[in-house]
């Protein structure tokens, strides 16, 4: 279960969420390159890893390092997901309906959203 002190998710955020989800895991180049191909986005990888560290710090990820390779500098990590995308979508609704809707809106959005599926 997601635990409660975990934030919504920004666009951005949700877009990195997304790289990994469907990556199941992934090194910040991986990320980057996945973005680029995906939502056309152009994201370096440092930034990438930057963002990703973040949500590791937020308890969406994790990360391992990745095994050395030839250079200088810190390895990059693999991230994986410690949240699922249902879970994070559930968030989201959950904090949507808390922040905007009273009870009677609730009525009147699930009126709307059956009426769509006809």
């Given at each position: 279960m ?13 877009r ?18 996945f973005?680029r191909?995906?939502?056309?986005e152009?994201l ?8 990703l560290?973040?949500l ?8 391992v390092p990745?095994p ?7 390895p ?7 949240v699922?995308r ?11 309906l808390d922040d ?19």
């Amino acid at each position: 279960m997601t635990p409660p002190q975990l934030p919504p998710l920004s666009p951005t955020e949700w877009r990195l969420m997304s790289c990994i989800w469907h990556l199941q895991a992934a090194s910040p180049p991986q990320v980057s390159d996945f973005l680029r191909s995906t939502f056309s986005e152009d994201l370096s990888p440092k930034s990438a890893g930057i963002l990703l560290s973040r949500l590791e710090e937020k308890g969406f990820l994790r990360s391992v390092p990745a095994p050395a390779l030839a250079g200088r500098g810190r390895p990059p990590h693999i991230y994986e997901a410690v949240v699922t995308r249902e879970q994070s979508l559930l968030r989201q609704l959950k904090k949507f309906l808390d922040d905007h809707l009273i009870d009677a809106d609730i009525h009147h959005l699930l009126r709307t959203l059956l009426s769509r599926d006809k």
